[in-house]
């Protein structure tokens, strides 16, 4: 017995040790044999200074050149291995935000051709990689087989390999409690079984020191049996410690790889932080010495390019061969560098004359007094002289189910069914339609008001600018799809008595979809449009291009502006988190005066300095002269500048011409974004406008959006059912343009006109400013309003 004892537990004991051969020593804080060899491996790299890894870890970071096509042949390429995984970047700047490949190594076949040459293949995936040299090639080597092998042991117990690094949720938090707690739990049963060995090992040992010194027979056969009972409690309790062992063990190689990726994300949080701050500081040093260099210049100094240069977009292709579209810095974009004013100057100079200044002198420039005067009420008070009443407008909507998206429930119901059939789910829609998103280009309708006001031109423009920005502040966090409104369907916005305003809007055609909008203010202006959306996918991301023109009248003054929207890229469409950019130029024209505004949106990119969402442009007379500058980005506010002097550069290097250097006074807010109510993030990211649009009036056309069944079944939370509702409309639909098709195919076989759908609302005119073909309001609907009378209404929902 007693030797079985000890047999057994020498064994547990040697299983013991080896685990904790495996586990880094406390005490000296020095990894395992095998974690050093791996370390030793990572402390190397192709090229460059090699990055560190930390204790244990198996991380192995280098340059190696990845085959790509026959094409472009070998193409340098940054190595990742860690945790059993292979990921491949273009740059190393590119491990922040964009991973080109990953390959599991736990069921990767290695292979090695020549002397600097890997073979990498994962089913259907082959990596041919090549190093600098042989000996870098067999580092590379026996840093993939260790991982491979790691990977294998592990595979088992991994419970997630994707490489999440972002340990800041509070479930993290909890388990992480948990977990520690545990590990306190069993360090006590350790503590307790280590005093119970204690204990009966000393009773063991004076029972065998009594038995030596007995004499007699029966007295010898008592105390063995009191040996063996106490070998016997031995045994028990050392087997009890070995098992606390183990489970100590078991959990903290569980949890291990769990805290690993979060001192790995906290190490990569640091240096970005790190990288950062060594940006701003270098940043704020050539802000200085612009500002040392630029004597004489009293307020703000805005450079541009010459002949509108301003609005130049010079981008580089990737020469990835799985492309990303990154917008490089752009070398001609203008630069605006800003310098401490002192009011007192620009009073002392305004009794000279500035060459080239215009609007006047400089002091006219009056916050009080100006019209620019920054708006600070919220979105859609009824302040103004000719408000009657203000309704209540709910404040909220039901809250967005968290449904996930399954693509294979969406790709199994498409399964031998024409690409035109193929209803898309409501899961990428938000419960609005097109023309309400269309309508909700008037949330900061008071700068068109504010513009009414304007006495000049060139500050109307200013005004124009400002809210043809202003329309995308929405669009920052609305990833979401609104609906593709059915043909005939219209929705109105009627604040007149609230607001001075009432806006409609008609699903015009089909195919292509067009929708037609107008605009009627009794406090000065009128405005209308026809949008047409043409969209291209190119892969990983949706270019939103919208066709069709804006106008905009002022009644008083006639002065008519037309402007065009810039493009709209939806990116990560197939992987990662979408987001959305708005990218191109506008020029604003004001067809009576010829004044120009030629505004600039730069799309992102991630190496540039400048302020992401960006949008600056210049306001010039019908003579070209620049009056202001405009400033800003696109999600949270636009500023305007008053130039009172401008003076061409000097010339630049590399055979550039000269840029106009622009003296500008401070500048003044005219518009900047409402805040998003509560509980936004909850509620597809609608602003307070939004939220209002889809609720229930009374008196509506039966064609409103708001009686549209799908979209109010989605916005109760009733995706299935919207779901059913949404492809039973889209089918009455089509059973209705098959109708019209066979209609007209019976009056060319009877040789006679078939005009086809004609709007109910709207009819198509020839444009005399641009010379389109655009549809305008023809009128009727508000007098149908008022009558409720609707008979002339198509059945669609």
């Known amino acids: 017995m007693g030797k079985a004892a000890a047999s057994s537990c020498s064994g547990s004991t040697r299983g013991l040790v080896s685990l904790l051969s495996a586990v880094p020593c406390l005490a000296c804080k020095q990894p395992p044999p095998s974690s050093r060899a791996a370390m030793s491996l990572s402390a190397t790299s192709s090229e460059g200074p090699p990055l560190a890894a930390g204790p244990g870890s198996d991380t192995y970071k280098g340059w190696l050149f990845k085959w790509t096509n026959y094409l472009k042949g070998y193409q340098r390429r940054w190595f990742v291995l860690s945790n059993g995984l292979l990921s491949y970047y273009r740059t190393q700047a590119e491990m922040a935000h964009t991973c080109r490949g990953t390959i599991n190594l736990s069921t990767a076949h290695i292979d090695t051709e020549d002397s600097c ?17 042989e000996v870098e090639r067999q580092r590379w080597v026996t840093a993939l087989e260790l991982a491979k092998a790691k990977a294998i042991r592990m595979r088992d117990n991994q419970s997630d390999d994707s490489g999440d690094e972002e340990p800041a949720s509070q479930s993290d938090k909890s388990e992480l409690h948990s977990t520690l707690k545990n590990l306190s739990s069993k360090l006590e049963d350790l503590s307790t079984c280590n005093d119970l060995i204690a204990k009966h090992g000393a009773a063991l040992q004076r029972s065998l020191s009594e038995l030596e010194n007995l004499k007699l027979p029966a007295e010898s056969g008592e105390k063995i049996k009191a040996v063996n009972e106490r070998a016997t409690l031995f045994r028990i309790t050392s087997n009890a410690m070995i098992n606390a062992c183990r489970d100590f063990l078991e959990l903290a190689e569980t949890h291990s790889r769990k805290w690993q990726r979060a001192l790995q994300y906290e190490r990569e949080q640091r240096t970005r932080l790190e990288e950062t701050i060594e940006q701003l ?14 004597p004489g210049l009293a307020g703000n100094t805005v450079t541009r390019a010459p002949k509108g240069n301003v609005l130049t977009v010079k981008g580089e292709a990737s020469d990835e061969d799985e492309d990303t579209e990154y917008f490089d810095a752009m070398e001609d974009a203008p630069s605006f560098i800003t310098v401490a004013a002192d009011p007192t100057k620009h009073h002392r100079r305004t009794d000279s004359n500035l060459s080239g200044a215009s609007e006047g002198r400089a002091d006219d420039w009056n916050l009080e007094d100006s019209v620019f005067e920054c708006s600070t009420r919220t979105s859609f008070d009824a302040t103004g002289k000719d408000v009657v009443c203000k309704k209540s ?71 124009v600018a400002a809210f043809s920005v202003s329309s995308y502040s929405t669009t920052v966090h609305r990833t979401a799809k609104p609906f593709n409104p059915l043909l005939g369907e219209t929705y109105e916005l009627d604040r007149l008595d609230e607001l001075g305003f009432r806006s409609l809007c008609e699903q015009v055609s089909h195919h292509p979809p067009a929708a037609a909008h107008h605009v009627y203010s009794r406090r000065g202006w009128t405005l209308w449009q026809e949008i047409t959306i043409a969209s291209k996918f190119r892969g990983k991301y949706l270019s939103i291009m919208p066709l069709g023109a804006i106008h905009l009248e002022f009644h008083s003054s006639g002065n008519h502006y037309i402007w065009r929207k810039v493009t709209s890229t939806v990116h990560n469409i197939i992987v990662g988190k979408l987001w959305i950019d708005q990218s191109g130029d506008i020029e604003i ?111 509506t056309a039966p064609t409103d959006s708001r009686l549209r069944p799908d979209q109010r079944l989605m916005e109760n939370g009733k995706w299935d059912e919207a779901n059913m509702e949404k492809q039973r409309l889209e089918e009455k639909q089509r059973a209705v343009r098959r109708k019209r098709e066979a209609a007209a195919v019976v009056a060319l076989e009877e040789g006679k006109d078939y005009e086809g759908y004609i709007p109910l609302w709207f009819e198509r005119k020839v444009d005399p400013a641009t010379g389109e073909l655009i549809c305008v309001y023809k009128g009727g609907y508000w007098e149908a309003k008022e009558k409720q009378d609707w008979s002339m209404c198509p059945s669609i929902f």
């Open 117 to 133: 040459n890997i073979v990498l293949s994962n089913g259907g995936r082959t990596y041919h990689l090549k190093a600098s040299s």
């Open 281 to 294: 500081a270098k940043q704020h040093n050539s802000l200085e010495r612009a500002c040392r260099g630029a």
């Open 393 to 463: 407008r709910r404040t909220r909507i039901p809250d967005k189910p968290n449904y996930s998206l399954n693509l294979w429930s969406i790709m199994k119901n498409c399964i031998g069914k024409e690409l035109s059939k193929i209803p898309m789910p409501v899961n990428f829609n938000e419960p609005l339609s097109m023309l309400q998103r269309l309508t909700e280009d008037l949330e900061y309708h008071e700068l068109l008001d504010k513009a009414v006001k304007c006495e000049s031109s060139t500050e109307q423009m200013c005004f």
């Open 589 to 699: 024209i004001n067809y009576k005066s010829k004044d120009k505004c030629q505004l600039k949106f730069s799309p992102y990119s991630y190496f540039s300095r400048d302020v992401p969402r960006k949008v600056t442009g210049v306001v010039m007379d019908a003579e070209g002269k620049a009056h202001y500058v405009m400033s800003g980005t696109w999600d949270e506010k636009m500023e305007c500048s008053k130039i009172v002097q401008s003076s061409m550069g000097c010339s630049s290097t590399e055979g550039k011409l000269p840029k106009t250097v622009y003296q500008t006074l401070s500048p003044k807010v005219l518009w900047k974004k409402y805040p998003l109510p509560d509980n936004a993030e909850n509620m597809y990211y609608f602003s307070n406008l939004a939220l209002i649009l889809n609720e229930m009036e009374e008196g």
